[in-house]
C-alpha cells in the first residue's frame, strides 16, 4: 500500500462548479503536508502547506484530518487555468524527503 | 527572485551510456533533493544532501551517484543506462535546519527530460 493515497480522477468540471481532492495517508507521525500543482511536463510548484487548523488561500482551502488522516483541498469558482494534476505530498523522515500521492487531473472546461 | 537551475533540460542517450545531471539550488539553500518522475507517475525521492553530505537515500539504483559540492550545487551521475531510465529528473532545494528542528518550502528545478534509446 502506498504512503500517499490520492483519488486519480480525472475531475471534468465547468468553470465556476466546486471541487474538492482528498488524500489519505498511513504514517500517523506525519507532521507536515502540502498540495502541489503541476502542468504538464512541468515541475510541481507549491500550491499550499496544510495546516491542522485548515487554511485558505483566495479560492483554495485546504484542511487537515489527522484522526481520519486524510488531508484536502477545495477549489472554489474554478477557473480554466485551474486545470493541471494537483499532488499531494508529506514529509517523511527527518531530512525531509517528500513523498507524493498519484495526483489528481483536474480539467476545467468553458 | 532566483530559482533553482538544472542543465541540461533536455538529454537524449543511448542504452549503456552515461549521464550527468545538475542542479544549482536557491542561493543559501543548504539542502538538495533528486526525484525521478516516470510517465504518467508521481515524483519518487533518489536522494539528498544536507550540507554536502548525503542525508537520505531512496529508490535510486547503485548505477546512479550523486554529491554535493561545496558551492552546494548537485550532480546526479547515472550509468549503464536503461530505457526504463527515461523519465524526468527534478531537483528540488530548500534551507533546512535540522537542529533547530525546521523546515521549509522544497523548491522545484524545471527538470531534466532523460531520454534513454
Known amino acids: 500500500r502506498k504512503e500517499v493515497e490520492q483519488d486519480p480522477g480525472p475531475f471534468n468540471v465547468p468553470e465556476g462548479a466546486t471541487v474538492a481532492f482528498n488524500c489519505t495517508y498511513s504514517?500517523?507521525?506525519?507532521?507536515?503536508f502540502f498540495w502541489y500543482r503541476q502542468d504538464c511536463r512541468k515541475e510541481p510548484k507549491l500550491l499550499m502547506s496544510v495546516y491542522s487548523s485548515g487554511n485558505e488561500d483566495g479560492r483554495f482551502t485546504a484542511q487537515l484530518n489527522r484522526a481520519s488522516q486524510y488531508i484536502s483541498l477545495l477549489i472554489r469558482d474554478s477557473k480554466l487555468s485551474d486545470s493541471a494534476t494537483y499532488l499531494c505530498a508529506m514529509f517523511s523522515g527527518g531530512y525531509n524527503k517528500l513523498i507524493f500521492g498519484a495526483g489528481t487531473r483536474l480539467a476545467v472546461h468553458p | 527572485a532566483a530559482g533553482v537551475i538544472q542543465s541540461p533540460r533536455h538529454l537524449i542517450k543511448e542504452k549503456r551510456e552515461t549521464a550527468t545531471l545538475k542542479c544549482y539550488p536557491i542561493p543559501r539553500h543548504d539542502t538538495v533533493y533528486w526525484y525521478q518522475q516516470g510517465p504518467g507517475q508521481d515524483p519518487q525521492f533518489l536522494i539528498s544532501f544536507y550540507e554536502k553530505m548525503q542525508s537520505d537515500k531512496g529508490s535510486i539504483p547503485d548505477r546512479f551517484s550523486a554529491q554535493q559540492f561545496s558551492d552546494y550545487h548537485s550532480e546526479l551521475n547515472m550509468s549503464s543506462l536503461e530505457l526504463g531510465d527515461s523519465a524526468l529528473y527534478f531537483c528540488?532545494?530548500?534551507?533546512?535546519?535540522?537542529?533547530?528542528?525546521?523546515?521549509?518550502?522544497?523548491?522545484f528545478g524545471p527538470g531534466t527530460r532523460l531520454t534513454v534509446l
Open positions: 504514517n500517523s507521525a506525519s507532521q507536515s
Open positions: 528540488a532545494s530548500s534551507s533546512l535546519h535540522v537542529t533547530s528542528g525546521g523546515t521549509d518550502t522544497q523548491y
